[in-house]
């Protein structure tokens, strides 16, 4: 049983198009977060949602959209992809928004290239 | 928030050897986490140190904080070839952050 499980783990398309990354988690945690790593290793959060509710949004171009479902489930929209998108997506959840030694856990990736 | 910055960038080792890594951070915090990353997977939650502690052990893991210094260590004691991975330390917040990473080599 995956606890953070996120598909595709590879997406390569072409520069214009739209894609989607889905993330779920089943580890009854309330928050959710998206992080991009960059070919340096360097990980950047992007979003946070706590319990549907967005509370993170860094400054990600709005081509950028999280889609939040339910609390188990944070989806990663984005439109005219460019080649600088190209990264490895990471989705995370933890048990709650804002309480101390909250621990992360994380999904394998989607490594995503834009040709 | 804030993020924290390992240091070095890339260490490698034999196995058997001790492996420190190192991180240091700008604001207070309440805790400063540890996690590793094996080659194309997600992060792994190692051990967390919070700000009134100076030290903790977990297995073969020594983590060390001090707040004076805004640093903090991770040493692996008698490395093995399956250490092998990246090395993140994170501070706490509502967004959790995190830098570049230490890649660690253990050669067999």
């Known amino acids: 049983d995956t606890a953070v499980s996120q598909t595709p783990k590879y997406l390569v398309t072409q520069m214009g198009n739209d894609k989607s990354i889905k993330c779920e988690q089943n580890?009854?945690?309330?928050?959710m977060y998206w992080y991009k790593q960059d070919s340096k290793k360097f990980l950047k959060i992007m979003f946070s949602?706590?319990?549907?509710?967005?509370?993170i949004n860094e400054t990600v171009p709005n081509r950028f959209s999280p889609k939040s479902p339910d609390k188990a489930h944070l989806n990663l929209h984005i439109n005219s992809l460019e080649l600088g998108d190209s990264a490895v997506y990471f989705c995370?959840?933890?048990?709650?928004?804002?309480?101390?030694?909250?621990?992360?856990?994380f999904g394998s990736g989607t490594q995503l290239s834009v040709l | 928030s804030q993020q924290g910055e390992e240091d070095p960038q890339a260490l490698s080792i034999q196995e058997g050897e001790n492996a420190t890594m190192n991180c240091s951070y700008k604001?207070?915090?309440?805790?400063l986490q540890w996690y590793r990353q094996n080659s194309g997977r997600g992060l792994v939650h190692l051990i967390l140190?919070?700000?009134?502690?100076r030290e903790k052990h977990s297995g073969r893991l020594r983590v060390t904080l001090d707040t004076s210094k805004k640093s903090s260590s991770l040493l692996i004691t008698a490395s093995r070839a399956a250490d092998t991975a990246s090395y993140f330390c994170?501070?706490?917040?509502?967004?959790?952050?995190f830098g570049a990473g230490t890649r660690l080599t253990v050669k067999p």
């Open positions: 140190i919070r700000s009134n502690e």
């Open positions: 949602y706590n319990n549907k509710e967005l509370i």
């Open positions: 604001t207070s915090i309440n805790n």
């Open positions: 994170a501070t706490d917040g509502n967004d959790m952050r």
């Open positions: 995370a959840s933890s048990q709650r928004q804002g309480v101390r030694n909250e621990k992360l856990f």
């Open positions: 580890l009854g945690h309330d928050t």
